[in-house]
């Protein structure tokens, strides 16, 4: 299948240690952020979500912090395995009924078994 | 419970034809928001529906226009082709409440080649 990680800046993890990928966003009004995982060949995948009244919240193996000051998103995850390997974005969605969520640029995570 | 579906899975066209792309969203969701991706970078919105009209529009021409039928699936049409506009183009559904909205849960795409 086709890459979706050509040009994109790129993380590599030893397998079984913890992963970090940072994404900053530029719009102060956005209250809904999301992480999403795509693999070659694939729609985006959700992996886990933060509104703006939160700063941390926890899933399985992952974890997304939200630092509204910096406008900084960060996603953790919990030993890495080759599974993971993955292009990662982080997505922000303003308030309102309707929702146009705008894509930061994707992070490339190779796991190294 | 079937998931976002799209058709066809690719297509190749050429430069001026026009191109029709179909989704089916998730069981019991009512909005579709349609994204282009190119190669290499994150998606980019187009447009979304909800109710049969379109609510929100990215930044893309008036050759890109889309349909929302009663039974919620929608069309992407694209006019005059560009080479430009060879894509992943990718259907995401979600059910609108009254919170703003829920998450949006993405189809397989549907690759665009315009040569």
């Known amino acids: 299948g086709e890459s979706v990680g050509l040009h994109l800046p790129t993380l590599s993890v030893q397998e079984g240690d913890n992963s970090i990928i940072n994404c900053a966003y530029s719009n102060s009004a956005s209250d809904y952020f999301i992480w999403y995982k795509q693999e070659s060949g694939k729609g985006p995948q959700f992996i886990i979500d933060i509104r703006s009244n939160m700063d941390k919240r926890q899933g399985q193996r992952v974890t997304v912090l939200l630092n509204k000051t910096v406008k900084h998103l960060s996603l953790q995850i919990a030993a890495t395995q080759p599974g993971d390997s993955a292009v990662y974005f982080c997505?922000?969605?303003?308030?309102?009924?309707?929702?146009?969520?705008?894509f930061g640029t994707g992070t490339k995570l190779q796991v190294i078994p | 419970d079937a998931g976002v579906t799209q058709s066809p899975t690719h297509l190749i066209k050429t430069r001026g034809q026009q191109v029709t792309l179909r989704c089916s969203p998730k069981s019991g969701h009512d909005t579709v928001s349609w994204y282009q991706q190119a190669l290499g970078q994150g998606p980019q919105f187009i447009f979304q529906?909800?109710?049969?009209?379109?609510?929100q529009r990215g930044n893309f021409p008036d050759r890109f226009s889309g349909h929302q039928f009663p039974n919620y699936s929608s069309e992407l049409n694209v006019n005059a082709l560009l080479l430009g506009d060879s894509a992943l183009y990718l259907c995401a559904s979600s059910l609108l409440g009254l919170a703003g909205g829920d998450t949006q849960y993405f189809g397989p795409g549907t690759r665009l080649t315009v040569l």
């Open positions: 997505a922000e969605r303003g308030s309102g009924g309707y929702q146009k969520v705008t």
């Open positions: 529906y909800y109710e049969e009209e379109e609510r």
